[in-house]
């Protein structure tokens, strides 16, 4: 099906704004069309449809479109969904969108993409495979599963991931201690060790924490902008833009919200979690239900 489009002088702010509402919408619409049985009947029943009510709603077809102008924020960018980085990039797997990204910053601009276009809530799925292991008497099981990497925050040349849902239960160490913090921890010698073999070649890209760690948790501030700690892994500490909204705070396992631990010690023998509704709290170190969505960083 050919569209003609008419020649006109179109504002780059115009166009810069559409094109990403459109980039995101094609990415919606490859995902919704897997429910239909094929892209004709996805097409006539779902898109054109929808379309035509989004048009009617906007007063793109009536008069009222010149009154609704003047409430427009021009200069606002559009924040759209959470888009897949491989659909972003025009890639097929993620290890290629992290090297396209990290070429896109080291260049300014690299085959149509603009490091500076990535931004929070986007997000990669990445195959992980790690078989079970025991550190420092702490037993770890296997792991073969595919996970989500939401970008946390975009801070000057780097970009923040956390995995967005829960990967497995474990205590932080084996005994009820926080002495030493997190980067001495049981868990934390697993997360650089064993699941590091997850990252493969992005080791090269990815940019160790202030205590230089490749692999951590979020700290109690990054999630919650407040508290005593003010300390960041990869900044000098405050809320990560995800998790500015409670819902981006809460972690999931197999579709049941589960508290998720940070990478803040909250006593002697304490570390703080994220609760069941986004809300901060702590349990002991050797706690062994705490859920562990790692965050890492490349540049």
């Not at 099981?141 to 040349?157: F, M, R, S, W, Y």
């Amino acid at each position: 099906m050919s569209v003609e489009v008419p020649e006109l002088a179109v504002p780059v702010r115009a166009q810069k704004l559409v094109s990403e509402i459109l980039g995101d919408l094609e990415s919606s619409m490859q995902r919704a069309a897997h429910f239909f049985k094929s892209g004709e009947e996805a097409y006539d029943h779902l898109f054109m449809p929808m379309a035509l009510m989004a048009i009617h709603r906007a007063g793109l077809d009536s008069p009222k479109l010149a009154v609704r102008r003047g409430d427009v924020q021009y200069d606002t960018p559009y924040r759209g969904e959470r888009r897949d980085l491989l659909a972003v990039t025009q890639t097929d797997y993620w290890i290629d969108a992290i090297q396209k990204i990290r070429s896109s910053h080291i260049t300014g601009y690299y085959n149509g993409l603009n490091f500076y276009d990535i931004k929070p809530g986007d997000y990669l799925r990445i195959p992980i495979k790690v078989p079970p292991c025991e550190t420092n008497g702490l037993k770890f099981g296997k792991l073969d599963t595919v996970a989500e990497a939401v970008v946390a925050d975009v801070i000057n040349d780097k970009i923040i991931f956390q995995f967005e849902e829960i990967l497995f239960f474990s205590a932080i160490n084996r005994e009820n201690t926080s002495k030493g913090g997190f980067q001495n921890s049981d868990l934390s010698i697993y997360l650089n060790d064993s699941f590091m073999s997850v990252f493969g070649r992005v080791k090269e890209f990815m940019v160790p924490n202030k205590y230089g760690k490749l692999i951590t948790l979020p700290t109690k501030y990054e999630i919650f902008g407040e508290g005593d700690d003010e300390n960041g892994n990869w900044n000098d500490g405050y809320q990560l833009e995800y998790f500015k909204k409670i819902k981006n705070r809460i972690r999931t396992f197999e579709n049941d919200t589960r508290c998720s631990w940070t990478s803040t010690p909250a006593g002697a023998t304490t570390f703080a979690y994220v609760g069941l509704i986004g809300v901060a709290n702590y349990n002991v170190a050797s706690y062994t239900e705490g859920g562990v969505a790692p965050a890492f960083c490349i540049s």
